[in-house]
């Protein structure tokens, strides 16, 4: 896309708590490093945007575009119950959205993801292997 | 808009739990019966929709149209920190966004508004006082 900001740069939290998965025309798509959920981030590159209303219409439409692609494929993927997609960022303020795929009976169901208890990082080759299949459906 | 489903009702429990506010194009805003945060929640009038990715690519775009404008003016409204917007539904299956705005010190916070705690009714003046405000400026 060829208006992303050339001076966007990751958050460092971000970038600390997510590995890289791919990167689409407008976003970064990340893996969340917490294996209680299969949990991917999308990061528009666009500078200093905080909420999705910070982005420009066109923008705004290919960040949902890639968010709603990449939840319907990590549903499918996944088949889980229900995808949660949400764009919070009360705590790092780098605009990002969260696709995450929910279950009965998975931690804190039917609560949120956020905020809740410590995150597990994925062992060593659990998070490449996902990361690696995951890249190969988006 | 003219793709609107008439089949489409609103389901019982975000009924119950909010309060009528205006209607969009697409969306019906709602008001959620819960003082603790200013927060909206806005629901497509599309048939059996749960997932942003079950609406068509235009009713997709129409609802976070909806959903951002929403959020912008409630975040001038409320002067707040942050706008929380998410599609969740892991309890009310029928497709609903939740728009919240969010600021240092409100309940809960930075974690999230949803599963926590008990809803607090608006007290009878306020909520209606509340949503004729809401209602001038959407």
Redesign the interface.
Known sequence: MSDVDKTWALDPRLETDSLALTSLELCDVRLANDARWPWLILVPRVANA????DLR?GQ??AA??E???V??KL?AVTSC???????????V?QLHIHVAA?ATGDE?????I??HGTAQPYEAGHGQALIAHLRSIL
Chains 1, 2 share one sequence.
């Open positions: 905080e909420e999705l209303f219409p705004r439409e949902m575009q968010a709603t692609m939840g319907e549903k119950e229900k995808i949660n997609i949400a764009a919070i960022g009360n705590v303020r929910r804190n169901w039917p609560r949120p956020w905020g």
